[in-house]
């Protein structure tokens, strides 16, 4: 049963937390319930299917390997650059095995080493390495890593935690603010159900399924741009209501998770939205690959030109993310396109200030320039999306599938 994707889950959820609820309004954390919770609730998922198997596997593995590094790195004070690296190599390399299988058997896309959200897991194993290197994490104790691997109210679709933010909050007694969060994730509850089953679904159902065929059948800028429009807002309602039930899930076992979604379509340019929109991901690639970039570059002395390491960065860090949705052409494309976007919007506040533009802010400004980023920003969904390679495929071949979103 996928998390999240039936009011029946939502039962069998309710009832399940009802004593963890209760246990925490009276100051108890019941560690232990919480364990079997996730036990039971990652078999309903996982169970019945090779994955279960996988992700056992997986886990086992990324144990070794960050229990292995922290050995090296905290108790024998080891830090060599190629140890690090093929650590890091090793972490990704199940998520790069599945992300590759449907290029080498397109008739069978589904690699047996894939499970339900192995990519936010990896990207918590991978973030933890590279803090045990820095030294921001001095010990990996087996039961709190094995709890936030496999943390089961994220573990399909994120937000993407961090080890230390997460570790403090388990070890932490009840908060007197448990009420208040209580409150919240049953707010957030509700919210998502409003965006996922109402309002995404009416999305799916009256507009986008059938205006997205009507596009590949029928193409016009007419029937494409409302076919954009579709998909960009179903994108957001969908996955922002599964950021919800996670968090509002969290809330209610007294977890207070960093949160997805703040308002991205009033993003005023393209690093704002950058700051609203997946934002756990965002910021993830930002302290991670950006950032870290930026420093080797400046270590290294490879370049002095802050605007030439800037540009480098910004390629190299969302053509990477572009890579993590899939090996495929269109989703490369979308890195490029957010990457140029960061670097001409850059390269336009250093012409502002070379002309000694004054341009007024004002709310008609402001205005326009949510105007000119929110369509920006759909033309790259409209890149996603994989609908112009529907539409180039089936001009190509009539037999090819139509879109089915």
């Known amino acids: 049963m996928q998390p999240y994707s039936t009011p ?43 994955t279960i198997w996988a992700l056992i596997g997986f886990g086992i593995f990324q144990t070794l390997l960050v229990k292995a590094y922290e050995w090296y790195r905290v108790k024998q004070k080891k830090n060599q650059s190629i140890i690090f690296y093929l650590a890091i190599l090793l972490s990704i390399l199940p998520l790069f095995l599945v992300k590759l299988h449907p290029l080498i058997q397109p008739s069978h896309p589904s690699s047996i080493l894939g499970f339900l959200g192995i990519s936010y897991v990896s990207f918590k194993t991978v973030a933890m390495l590279m803090e045990i290197r820095d030294g921001l994490i001095k010990a990996v104790p087996l039961k709190e890593f094995l709890y936030f691997l496999y943390f089961y109210p994220t573990i399909s679709s994120g937000p993407i935690d961090r080890f230390r933010r997460f570790a403090k909050e388990m070890k932490a007694p009840v908060s007197a603010k448990y009420p208040e969060l209580l409150n919240q994730g049953i707010f957030r509850i509700f919210q998502g159900f409003l965006y996922k089953f109402i309002i995404g679904y009416l999305i799916d159902q009256y507009w986008l399924h059938g205006i997205a065929i009507e ?8 029937t494409v741009s409302q076919a954009m429009y579709a998909y960009g807002l ?21 977890y207070d998770l960093p949160h997805n979604f703040n308002k991205p379509f009033l993003a005023k340019n393209i690093h704002d939205f950058w700051q609203r929109w997946h934002m756990t991901l965002s910021f993830w690639f930002r302290d991670f690959v950006f950032m870290r970039l930026v420093k080797t570059f400046m270590v290294k002395k490879w370049s002095k030109n802050m605007v030439t390491i800037s540009n480098i960065g910004y390629l190299a860090n969302m053509l990477i993310m572009g890579l993590w949705h899939g090996l495929t052409w269109y989703y490369i494309l979308y890195g490029l396109y957010h990457a140029l976007l960061m670097i001409g919007y850059d390269a336009w506040n250093r012409l502002k200030k070379r002309k000694k533009w004054k341009i007024p802010k004002n709310r008609w400004t402001v205005a326009l320039s949510v105007f000119i980023t929110f369509n920006l920003v759909f033309i790259g969904f409209l890149i996603f999306s994989g609908l112009p390679n529907a539409i180039l495929m089936h001009n190509l071949d009539h037999c090819a599938p139509l879109p089915n979103f």
Do not use: C, E, R
């Open 8 to 50: 029946f889950y939502f039962v069998i959820l309710g009832a399940a937390l009802i004593p963890l609820v209760i246990a925490q309004l009276f100051g108890k954390k019941l560690m232990a319930y919480q364990v079997l919770l996730t036990i039971a609730f990652l078999w309903l998922t996982f169970s019945g299917t090779v």
């Open 234 to 254: 179903y994108l957001f309602f969908d996955f922002a209501g599964y950021s919800l039930f996670a968090i509002g899930v969290s809330n209610l076992m007294g």
């Open 215 to 222: 596009a590949t059948l029928h193409t016009s800028v007419w």
